[in-house]
């Protein structure tokens, strides 16, 4: 079982900048892929940002250039990085854990992110 936790969300003024984390708790495997989810009011879940099967990363288009995901492994933690922030990028942000090998995934509480001058 693996329990993920975040912190670092609330309100900013546009331009600002958030770092949020994501702490994971019990089995990580190499193979597990974490990455980051959200989901603005009104609106479907989307991605944001992820660590890919090749361990590289993928960005929404949206956010390219603005975000960045990095990750601590041996403090199981992934960060995501947000900076220029805009009113948009108002939403709830979930960090999430694929297991590959069963295909299931992880999800965290959600940090609710406001971008509001």
């Known amino acids: 079982q693996v329990q993920l936790v975040e912190s670092g969300g609330g309100l900013v003024q546009p331009g600002g900048s958030l770092r949020l984390s994501c702490a994971a708790s019990?089995?990580?495997?190499?193979?597990?892929?974490m990455g980051w989810y959200r989901q603005p009011p009104g609106k479907q879940r989307e991605l944001v940002a992820a660590?890919?099967?090749?361990?590289?990363?993928n960005y929404a288009d949206s956010v390219k250039g603005r975000f960045t995901i990095s990750r601590d492994n041996a403090k199981k933690t992934v960060y995501l990085q947000m900076n220029s922030l805009k009113p948009e990028d108002t939403a709830v942000y979930y960090c999430?854990?694929?297991?590959?090998?069963?295909?299931?995934?992880?999800w965290g509480q959600g940090t609710q992110v406001t971008v509001s001058s």
């Open positions: 999430n854990l694929r297991r590959v090998y069963v295909d299931y995934d992880y």
């Open positions: 019990g089995i990580v495997f190499s193979t597990d892929r």
């Open positions: 660590f890919t099967r090749a361990g590289s990363t």
